[in-house]
């Protein structure tokens, strides 16, 4: 079966960074557009960043030019370089694929910025 598993969160201080990892099990993600998205205390689940398989990279506007997103594919893993962190970015962090009408998503990592 799929499994995304979602590490690297933890507590930050603003202007910081940290990178994320999403390993994944049961498929080869090398065909497959993957995601990053996040979700705040009592706020919706929102797209952070996506890859298509081809390398193409889109962001939300929130956070162009400080997120970067990227895959190894013989390593079945996506990335998320998170840099400049702000306290609003605050939340848990999910990778996700889409597999035709299905979607699969990981058990998500803490990602906290305090001073």
């Known amino acids: 079966q799929v499994q995304l598993v979602e590490s690297g969160g933890g507590l930050v201080q603003p202007g910081g960074s940290l990178r994320l990892s999403c390993v994944v099990s049961?498929?080869?993600?090398?065909?497959?557009?993957m995601s990053w998205h996040r979700q705040a205390p009592g706020k919706q689940r929102e797209l952070v960043a996506t890859i298509t398989s081809g390398g193409s990279t889109n962001y939300a506007d929130s956070v162009k030019g400080r997120f970067t997103i990227s895959r190894d594919n013989p390593k079945n893993t996506v990335y998320l370089q998170m840099n400049s962190l702000k306290p609003e970015d605050t939340a848990v962090y999910y990778c996700s694929v889409q597999i035709v009408l299905l979607s699969f998503w990981g058990q998500g990592t803490q990602v906290t910025v305090s001073s």
């Open positions: 049961g498929i080869s993600i090398n065909i497959y557009a």
